[in-house]
Each structure stands twice: as C-alpha cells, then as structure tokens.
C-alpha cells in the first residue's frame, strides 16, 4: 500500500454515524502503524528512549515531545474535524511517542517527573480521545505502569501516581472508555482486559480505594459485563475477578451490590450452571468467582432478605440436587445465608422447602472435591455448620421435622454425628498436644493475651469450631428430641470408651467465646440456651 491510498479519504454520506467514522480512523492508523515499524527501530529519537542510561533530561524531553504531539492533534482535530486525511498523521505520530514513553514504565523513579509536569492528566484527558486505538494504546500504557510489582519498587513515587490516578476519576474514565469498546474486535477486547488490569493494580496496591472505585461506577459496570448474553471469554473471567475483590471486607459495596439488584444478577448468572458444568477450567473460575461474590454479599445482613425474595434458596437447593460442580459452592453459600441470627428465617424456609431431603445425604457422605474448589474438610465444615443453624429453628413443627431425620433409619444419622464429633476431637487433641509441647519452652513473659488468643485460633482452625459445632448439635437434639437420640448418643460415647465430659469441655469453652461481636442481649440468651442444655445432656 502506498502513502497515496493509505491516505485516501471517502467524504461521510448524511447520516453515517460517528462510530463509523472512528472506525475509519481507526483503521488508517492500524495502517499507518503497520507502515512505520519498518522504520521505527532507525528513529533517532527512539534510539534515545530505548537507550538503558534515562536520565531527567532525556525523561524531561520525551515528556515534552508527547505534550506537543497532543496538543498538535487536538489542534488539527478541531480545525480539521470532517477532514481525517488532515489529522491522521499526527494520530500516527501521537501514538509512536506513547508506545516510548512504555520506557517509563521500567523505571519508577521518573514517575516524579511525569506527576510534575502534569502528564498524567493529559494521558487521562485520552482516555476520551475520539479515536479508540489512542485511548487503547493510553491504557496499555497506564497499565504497565501501574504494574504493582513495579510500584513496589519505589513505594513513594507510586504512592504519587496512585494519588494522581484517583484525582483524575480514572475509574469514571476507564468505564465510559470500557463501554465504547467492540469486544468482538481483538485489539478492543484487549484494551478492555487492560483496563481492568488497571483497576486491579490500583485495588491491589491500595486496597482502601475499592469503596470509592466501587461507588464510581465500576460495581454497575462489572454487572452488567458479566451479564452481558455473549460467549464466555477472559474478560467476563477478570470481571468476575474484580467484583469478588470489590466485595471483600466492605460493607458499603455489598450495600450497594444490593442497591442496584445485584444479589438478582448473580442468582441468574449462576443459575445457567443448574444442569450442565463450565466448559472450561477459566469458566470455572469465573463461577467459583460468582460464587465468592454471593457469599460476600450475604456478610451484609440485608442482603440476606434479598437474597430470599430472589429465590436464591431454591436455586441452592436445586445446585445440591442436580450434583453438578455447582453443588459444592452453593453449600458454601448456603453456609454464609444461614448462619446466625439473621438467617433464622432463612433457616425456616430452607426447612420449608424440603432442604432437608438435600442436606441430610451430603451430611451422611461428604461429596466429592472439584480438582478446584473447596477442599473435602472445607466441605464438611460448612454442612456441619448449616446443619447447626438449622436445628435452632424457632417453629414446632419445623423443629420436629429436624428432629425426626435424627430418629430415622434406626438412628443412623446420630451415628454420623458421634463419628464426626470423635474425628475432630482427635485432631483438636493433638493440636493441644503440640500446644502444650510449645507452651513449656515459653518464659512467663512470652505469656500474652495475644499468645493465648493465637493458640485459640490455631485449635479453631485445627478443627476446634467444627467441634463446637456438631456438639452444638448433639446437646440440642438431646434436649428437644425423643429420649432415644440421647440414649443412642451415651451408648455409642460408652462404646468409645468417653464420657460426656469431653462434650461439656468443648461447649464451656464455646459459652466463653461465643457472640463476642454480637449484641449483649443476643449473647446472654443464647449462653443461657446452651448451659440449660448442657445440664439436661449430664442428667
């Protein structure tokens, strides 16, 4: 092609829209691009950018240099706006001193130096440049060097772009770049991948800043980009990504989440996952990240009441039936639904709806582990957990229907309880047993709250709160059941040789600590509620 028809200019018929004619634009600097890269690596000047001695100087001049390639564009832009063939070179130029300023990007020194002379809002002010292939090239720029390996180099000089970055709204710049890209072109769907690399950049290197990116705009991006009716790709993986870091530890974003119906977004989204599994370990991430998402969101209590409205139970219910990759997370979010006071009304409805012939079997035989996913410990912690918050449900008759799955099939469902109860109370006694190993090479001074509370959390983790859980358990349906649950558990715990010490040790501990953050009124009763059934299980 020679420089005649790269040139050639067609005149707009009436009508034609303004993506088209961008496209056009877009298509002679894909062009040109192409032209000059047989002569780039001759440029003198790029010599000078990829030369490895930078110096303020040499930073200084390239700066400038791309200053005035802007500024020459927008000048030939506004007095040439119908007239491409007049603006297009400079577009070309414009884009070859950006693709040298990636220099920078190695060397985080000089970020000083752009901060000062203002280029980091003149590469925002392109973020809306009318030609795409500029603000894409501005975004592959910005994302390297926002490249948090590279921000850590120099934490000062990055805290100063960060800050220049968020002053300049560039999440509102990003998306309204985002949302006039065609995905279906490579290089478009690139710059939007990049895009939310820079998000992420920003997250990762200040974490604090997700809340305001959030309410910006960007939750209500990543929504509707995750719902978009396109085939799955790498970016619905990174928007899935985004949303589950957005929804981490923040309240106000799972508020927000809820605001703007998102709780319904990720109940239809995963709701495609109810009779076939993802067809590629990316999609599967990109679930399991959906996933993620809805369990956060439930952290914040009045999510949990959306959360029903939208039938999200039900759909959890059918995930456990269908046993497809599904099932293991939708036991994780049923976990995070239920749990607390807050889910005893989600705990009725579960009840309702006939969960029980759904959680029972999972109880009887932990179900497999996905390669990815939960782990089978994992799995069982959160059965047993959903399992003790619903045998607290406040109906009669819910209540027995509970208490009935106990006494079925000769007991059978008691029997899995005490063989839970004897497997974690191994493992908790031998972390007890390191415990105590550790705790007589200490000095008195090395005996801290802090250490103590260290020690707990090791126990909780070494699988303590399980524990706590299943005896939870077994203390309640002793109390409230038929006197045949209690009998079965002390012939079994006779069997084993224990008594029900073990259990009140366990449960004496689990009064101390329990609802620490919860309300004081909440905490006394359910104390209360747990010793009385602990005197009636020693009778």
Same mark, same amino acid.
């Given at each position: 092609?020679?420089?005649?028809?790269?040139?050639?200019?067609?005149?707009?018929?009436?009508?034609?829209?303004?993506?088209?004619?961008?496209?056009?634009?877009?298509?002679?600097?894909?062009?040109?691009?192409?032209?000059?890269?047989?002569?780039?690596?001759?440029?003198?000047?790029? $010599?000078?950018?990829?030369?490895?001695?930078?110096?303020?100087?040499?930073?200084?001049?390239?700066?400038?240099?791309?200053?005035?390639?802007?500024?020459?564009?927008?000048?030939?832009?506004?007095?040439?706006?119908?007239?491409?063939?007049?603006?297009?070179?400079?577009?070309?130029?414009?884009?070859?001193?950006?693709?040298?300023?990636?220099?920078?990007?190695?060397?985080?020194?000089?970020? %000083?130096?752009?901060?000062?002379?203002?280029?980091?809002?003149? +590469?925002?002010?392109?973020?809306?440049?009318?030609?795409?292939?500029?603000?894409?090239?501005?975004?592959?720029?910005?994302?390297?060097?926002?490249?948090?390996?590279?921000?850590?180099?120099?934490?000062?000089?990055?805290?100063?772009?960060?800050?220049?970055?968020?002053?300049?709204?560039?999440?509102?710049?990003?998306?309204?770049?985002?949302?006039?890209?065609?995905?279906?072109?490579?290089?478009?769907?690139?710059?939007?991948?990049?895009?939310?690399?820079?998000?992420?950049?920003?997250?990762?290197?200040?974490?604090?800043?997700?809340?305001?990116?959030?309410?910006?705009? $960007?939750?209500?991006?990543?929504?509707?980009?995750?719902?978009?009716?396109?085939?799955?790709?790498?970016?619905?993986?990174?928007?899935?990504?985004?949303?589950?870091?957005?929804?981490?530890?923040?309240?106000?974003?799972?508020?927000?989440?809820?605001?703007?119906?998102?709780?319904?977004?990720?109940?239809?989204?995963?709701?495609?996952?109810?009779?076939?599994?993802?067809? %590629?370990?990316?999609?599967?991430?990109?679930?399991?990240? $959906?996933?993620?998402?809805?369990?956060?969101?439930?952290?914040?209590?009045?999510?949990?009441?959306?959360?029903?409205?939208?039938?999200? +139970?039900?759909?959890?219910?059918?995930?456990?039936?269908?046993?497809?990759?599904?099932?293991?997370?939708?036991?994780?979010?049923?976990?995070?639904?239920?749990?607390?006071?807050?889910?005893?009304?989600?705990?009725?409805?579960?009840?309702?709806?006939?969960?029980?012939?759904?959680?029972?079997?999972?109880?009887?035989?932990?179900?497999?582990?996905?390669?990815?996913?939960?782990?089978?410990?994992?799995?069982?912690?959160? *059965?047993?957990?959903?399992?003790?918050?619903?045998?607290?449900?406040?109906?009669?008759?819910?209540?027995?229907?509970?208490?009935?799955?106990?006494?079925?099939?000769?007991?059978?469902?008691?029997?899995?309880?005490?063989?839970?109860?004897?497997?974690?109370?191994?493992?908790?006694?031998?972390?007890?047993?390191?415990?105590?190993?550790?705790?007589?090479?200490?000095?008195?001074?090395?005996?801290?709250?802090?250490?103590?509370?260290?020690?707990?959390?090791?126990?909780?983790?070494?699988?303590?709160?399980?524990?706590? $859980?299943?005896?939870?358990?077994?203390?309640?349906?002793?109390?409230?059941?038929?006197?045949?649950?209690?009998?079965? *558990?002390?012939?079994?715990?006779?069997?084993?040789?224990?008594?029900?010490?073990?259990?009140?040790?366990?449960?004496r501990e689990y009064v101390s600590n329990i609802g620490e953050t919860a309300d004081e009124k909440f905490r006394e009763k359910e104390q209360n509620k747990i010793l009385g059934y602990l005197d009636q299980f020693q009778?």
């Amino acid at each position: 092609m020679n420089v005649t028809e790269l040139l050639s200019f067609t005149p707009e018929t009436p009508g034609s829209s303004k993506r088209k004619q961008n496209e056009d634009n877009n298509t002679r600097l894909h062009n040109k691009k192409a032209k000059m890269q047989i002569t780039d690596s001759t440029d003198p000047s790029n $010599l000078e950018a990829e030369g490895e001695a930078l110096d303020d100087a040499s930073v200084k001049r390239m700066i400038f240099k791309f200053e005035k390639k802007t500024s020459r564009n927008q000048e030939l832009r506004i007095k040439f706006p119908d007239n491409p063939e007049k603006f297009v070179e400079s577009e070309v130029e414009l884009n070859e001193v950006i693709q040298e300023m990636h220099v920078l990007a190695t060397v985080p020194d000089y970020y %000083s130096i752009m901060i000062d002379l203002n280029t980091i809002q003149t +590469l925002l002010h392109l973020l809306n440049h009318d030609n795409t292939d500029i603000s894409i090239a501005v975004v592959d720029l910005l994302q390297e060097l926002t490249e948090v390996d590279t921000l850590n180099d120099n934490e000062d000089a990055a805290e100063g772009l960060i800050d220049a970055l968020l002053e300049g709204q560039i999440t509102a710049l990003l998306i309204q770049n985002m949302e006039r890209l065609d995905e279906s072109v490579k290089e478009e769907a690139d710059g939007v991948h990049n895009s939310l690399g820079i998000i992420e950049n920003v997250i990762e290197f200040r974490p604090e800043s997700s809340r305001d990116l959030a309410a910006q705009g $960007l939750l209500k991006w990543l929504l509707q980009r995750i719902k978009l009716k396109a085939p799955f790709d790498s970016n619905k993986l990174y928007a899935s990504e985004i949303l589950a870091i957005l929804l981490q530890d923040n309240d106000s974003t799972r508020s927000l989440l809820g605001d703007i119906d998102g709780i319904d977004v990720l109940l239809q989204q995963l709701n495609s996952y109810k009779k076939r599994d993802p067809d %590629s370990s990316e999609e599967f991430e990109c679930m399991e990240n $959906l996933f993620n998402s809805l369990c956060s969101s439930l952290m914040y209590t009045p999510n949990k009441e959306r959360f029903m409205k939208g039938e999200g +139970l039900q759909l959890m219910n059918l995930l456990l039936r269908e046993k497809k990759q599904s099932r293991n997370s939708a036991i994780k979010v049923l976990d995070y639904a239920m749990t607390g006071p807050e889910g005893a009304e989600l705990c009725q409805k579960f009840v309702d709806i006939l969960g029980l012939r759904t959680i029972f079997p999972l109880f009887m035989k932990t179900p497999k582990v996905n390669k990815k996913g939960l782990t089978g410990g994992q799995l069982e912690e959160h *059965i047993v957990s959903i399992l003790s918050s619903i045998v607290k449900v406040g109906s009669s008759t819910q209540k027995q229907r509970v208490l009935n799955k106990f006494v079925e099939n000769d007991h059978e469902k008691v029997e899995r309880l005490l063989e839970l109860h004897f497997k974690y109370l191994e493992k908790v006694r031998n972390c007890d047993k390191q415990i105590e190993r550790e705790k007589r090479s200490l000095t008195a001074d090395d005996v801290t709250d802090e250490k103590d509370d260290e020690f707990y959390m090791r126990r909780l983790d070494a699988g303590l709160f399980v524990l706590q $859980l299943l005896d939870y358990v077994m203390i309640d349906i002793s109390a409230t059941g038929p006197s045949t649950i209690k009998s079965k *558990i002390m012939r079994i715990l006779n069997m084993r040789g224990e008594s029900v010490k073990a259990v009140k040790g366990v449960m004496r501990e689990y009064v101390s600590n329990i609802g620490e953050t919860a309300d004081e009124k909440f905490r006394e009763k359910e104390q209360n509620k747990i010793l009385g059934y602990l005197d009636q299980f020693q009778k």
